[in-house]
Structures are given as C-alpha cells and as structure tokens.
C-alpha cells in the first residue's frame, strides 16, 4: 500500500537537469536554514546555463529548504545520475502528503 514518507522515485527521460547543478543544489538545501514561501513552489540553481529545480507538487505553505533533501537525493541518486529527471511520490512535508521533483524547469516535471 502507499504511504506518505515512501518517497517512491520514478525517473523519467524528458527534461533532464544537469548532474553537477543538481548536486550543488541537493547540498545546498542539506544545509539550508532558509523557509521557502508557498510561491514560487520551486527551488532553482543555474550554473554555466544548466539548470536543476526541486519543486513540488501543491501548495502547503511556507517549506524549510532542509525538507526537500531527503527526496530530493534519492531522485538525484536513482535518476539524475542517469541523465533523467525524477520524482518521488509520497513525500512527508510539514504533514502533508506530495510530489517532489527533480528537473530542469521550476514547474512540471
């Protein structure tokens, strides 16, 4: 059965971020003291015009960086190593169940 916190990875060919961006990024936000607000609900980095976005899938508010890691290196690991963007389902955030991505664009998968 699925439950919330299985953070079931799927990878995908389309939209494939950059291994390095999304490794500097997946980093960042290990360490990240920031909250993020509900809008955009995406977080971006940019390095030599390759892009990686973690976004999620529904509004819940303010987000702390730092809850998007766990997710986050599992699609980077399983996927993103493989020239795939990815997503895991079932993420646990502030109680709430959603998807979080991991590709080139800060909408969309």
């Given at each position: ?14 939209h ?7 490794t500097e ?5 290990r360490?990240?003291?920031l ?30 960086e ?13 996927c993103?190593?493989?020239?795939n ?14 998807t ?10």
């Open positions: 059965a699925r439950r919330c916190g299985s953070n079931a990875v799927s990878c995908d060919g389309g494939a971020p950059a291994l390095n961006t999304c990024l997946v980093n960042r936000v360490t990240s003291t909250t993020l607000n509900s809008s955009p609900r995406s977080v971006c980095l940019s390095r030599s015009g390759k892009n990686c976005c973690i976004s999620w899938s529904k509004d819940i508010g303010s987000v702390r730092a809850d998007l890691f766990n997710a986050g290196k599992n699609v980077l690991d399983r993103v190593g493989e020239n963007s990815g997503l895991a389902r079932d993420v646990s955030i502030n109680g709430n169940c959603l979080e991505c991991l590709s080139d664009r800060a909408t969309g998968c």
